[in-house]
């Protein structure tokens, strides 16, 4: 199976490519140190796997994930992280990520959860997987209150709201005043944050 491998960090990119090179059946076929990079690679290359650090300068791990759904792109995409964000996750479920695992997994459990993606299956460590999905936290938001918030974290104002929503503009301050309850955030910026940690604002 032909792999990319997307790491900003150098030298764990080189250790990765080095290790999965020594399996026979897997070929590092190139390496980006950023998500654009990785995304113009994966376009050209077209490879069976795309092993992405959730976290890389231009683009993350996860907006490419996003990117390569939305272009209906083949590549299986495997998200490498430390973190065990439910947001982070649930971002990664709808954008369709094969494998969800630990950078620091033995790579024997590497080589193995990817030439199981590389069948069609999905892959999460199992030390993440408990945690993610009894931390996977309830959206308190209506469907309504995300369209309100979506439009605040774009920078629109109160009255630009209320005319793309067709509402008045006390109806837009009593969702944001809601929504900020709801959250317990102290103001929007913190609301905004807080639902976009959760994956609630996708």
């Not at 907006?63 to 430390?82: M, S, W, Y």
């Not at 709808?94 to 494998?99: F, T």
Request: charged share 25%; proline share 2%.
């Amino acid at each position: 199976m032909k792999v990319i491998i997307a790491e900003d960090q150098g030298m764990l990119r080189g250790a990765l490519k080095l290790l999965l090179d020594m399996e026979e059946d897997i070929e590092v076929v190139a390496q980006a140190e950023n998500g654009e990079e990785a995304l113009k690679l994966v376009r050209e290359l077209n490879p069976d796997i795309c092993l992405l650090d959730i976290e890389m300068p231009k683009l993350t791990g996860l907006d490419v994930a996003e990117r390569l759904k939305e272009e209906g792109h083949p590549c299986r995409v495997v998200i490498l992280t430390t973190f065990s964000r439910t947001g982070y996750f649930q971002r990664a479920l709808k954008a369709g990520v094969k494998g969800y695992l630990l950078k620091d997994s033995p790579v024997d459990e590497l080589s193995a959860a990817l030439r199981t993606i590389h069948q069609g299956e999905r892959v999460v460590s199992t030390e993440l997987s408990l945690s993610l999905w009894e931390a996977v936290a309830v959206n308190p938001l209506t469907e309504r209150e995300q369209a309100v918030l979506r439009l605040v974290a774009d920078g629109l104002a109160i009255h630009d709201i209320a005319s793309k929503l067709y509402l008045s503009r006390g109806t837009v301050r009593n969702y944001v005043s809601k929504i900020m309850q709801k959250l317990g955030a102290k103001n929007r910026i913190e609301a905004i944050n807080i639902a976009e940690t959760n994956g609630w604002l996708v």
